[in-house]
Each structure stands twice: as C-alpha cells, then as structure tokens.
C-alpha cells in the first residue's frame, strides 16, 4: 500500500481524527497512488496516523476513514459501516416517515457518500474518487441490506468536479423510479422527483424544522420562499395557516407544489404559487403594500466555500433585510442557511446588520439545526451545515 508521510507538526488534526489532510500537509509519497486508492497516512516521525483516499486533484489530498492499523479496508469494512449508518436511522422511519438520509458522508465514516431513502427507492450522491472506485460493492450491500426496488445516481454536484470525477446521474440498479414518487414525511405526502430534482431529490434535512415552525403559523398569513416541493407551505396547511404565498424560480418545483397540495387534499385556495427570483418578488410585495405574519427563507447554498464568504454575507443581509420589511410587528421570520462556510454566529451578525439596514427591532426566539439523520461528528464540525433562527420583529 501507498504510503503519506505528512510534515513536521501536519499531523495534530489527523490525530483528534478530523478526516481531511489538505496537499500542503504532505511531505512525501512513497509509491504512484491512483485517485481514490486507500493510502496508509504517517506523521513525520513515522507513526501510523490513519488510512484516508487519495485524490490528486483536490485541495483535500487525503480524506481519512480509519484510524487503526489492524483494520483492513475490503468489503466486510464498507458492509459494517453501512450496517452501522443505516441501523442508526431506523428509529426515524414508521408510518409517518418513509423517507430519511442513511449515509451522510464523512459524519458516518464514509467521506464522499450520501445515501437518501425516498419510499422503496435510494438515491445516491458520490462525491469523493475513493467511493467511486467501490460504487459496485456500495450498490452490492445496499440491494443485500436494504432491497431497494432501484438505486439511482444523483452525482451530479459540482463537487465532484473538485475529484477530477464526471458528473454522473442515471439508474444504478432495479427499476427508474417513476416520474414523482410518492413518499410521507410527518404524516404528509410529497411527489418528489429524484431523476430531475434538485441534490438527491428532496430535502430531508429539513424535516424537524418545517414541523417546529409549523406550529407558529395557525390562522396566519405565511410565505414561503425558496419553496421548492413546499416543505413549509404544506405543515404551515397541515397546522391551518389561513393562507400561503410559496415563491420558486424553479417551474418544476412550482408544479410539483401544486400536486403536494392536491395530493394531500388540502385547500387549494388558500395557496397562492409564484414563480419568480425571490428577491425581485420580495421588492414586489414591498412595492404593492403586502404583508405577511410568517415568512420562511431557505436560499440554496450562497457559500460553496470560505472564498465566497463576502459574496455570501452581502446575500444574506439583503435577502434578510427584504424579509424583515415585509413583516408588522410581532411578525416571525424562519431563515436559515445551508452553507457550510458560514457558521451560527456569522450568520447571526448578518442577519444583526439586516436588522440594522431594515430599521427593525427584533429577538432570537428559536434557533434551528440539522436533525438526527444528518448527525455531525464532533471531530468534523464541517459537518454542521444547516442553520436556521426564528426570529421576531419588534
């Protein structure tokens, strides 16, 4: 096996077992790894650190998956920690809930993999050279564990780029699934499309979330931006909201909507779906007169990385400062952010300075994280993505 030997003092992350080695940690390579073979990581002194993926191309050179030596990383390793990830979630799942994520990458030891269950169906998102090279022997355990009717690839973020890999999505084994399945999440029912809809096909990692707000918005006027497949329009339906304006610039989303709303028999009249860039319809209730008593804002990820934090930050405040003058006084607003490069407290000075810039007053009431099935590794504080505050306008 390919051996890493790191420079002199690179070697304090890898022992507190955070799992990424950056290229500028590497002192020497001994041997001609291919991207994505199993290395074996050594300090400068030549102590075993771990064994990680090798990826010549990434910033991240190596991403670790295990740190003892006796271990042997062939097909019982993969099925073990498969077995572990999946057994953790199946709390999760009940005639409720058919739909939850089984894999979350490096927060389950296995960086560069996400599995989400929708109903009978998988999707996958392989987003590291490492899991690319055992993808067969992936989809191999989870048809044994899990028998899917069909395991479907939604590798096909930008990520994957970063790993010198091609963007993949299609059938990976069993059936397509069909054009909207049909999965339930707290007892409500979404078509959701996996082939054609965004990341691996729904958004599971709000499903906390668009319950705990719900319970604010009895007998209230409620929008839902970023709305996509309307997550928080329909428990905000489900809890008797008197109406829901859900904006999305996304046609397919804006269908898909409108079929959750039908499917779950609720009242169509009281949903009004826009299509439209969020921040021009805000600007457009705002010249019009309207007002809102809950507005909900979950932008799609402004901070891919730490070199877009200003770009990002600028986002946030002008997209909050729209929010905040749309709502009257006692008026709630649910925004969140799913960048990772912005943590809780910068996030919550960007939406201080969009107080500020929108002259209102307002309190933290609540503040939102990712729920179980997205756990984050306390070695891998990366892994805390989504965050979310409920806030109230003075």
Known sequence: MVEIILKKGKEKAALQRHPWVFSGALEKIKGKPEDGDVVKVFAFDHEF???GYFNSNSRVAVRLLEWNETQTIDHSWYQNRLKQAIASRQFILNEETNTCRLVFSEADFLPGLIVDKYADFLSLQILSSGIEKVKAEIVEILKTELNPKGIFDKSDATARTHEGLPIENGLLWGENPPEFLEVKENGIIYHINIAEGQKSGFYCDQRDNRSILASYTKGKKVLDCFSYSGGFSLNSLANDAASITSVDSSGLAI??????????????????AIQSDVNKQLRAFKEAGEWFDVIVLDPPKYAPSRSALDRAARAYKDLNRLGMLLLEKGGLLATFSCSG????????????????DAGKEVQIIKQFCQPEDHPVRISFPEGEYLKGLLLRVL
């Open 49 to 51: 650190l771990a064994y």
């Open 255 to 272: 269908e898909t909507l409108k079929q959750n709303v039908a499917l779950n028999q609720f009242d169509g009249d009281k949903v009004t």
């Open 341 to 356: 490069a912005v943590d809780i407290e910068t996030f919550k000075q960007i939406i201080a300075w969009a107080a500020l």
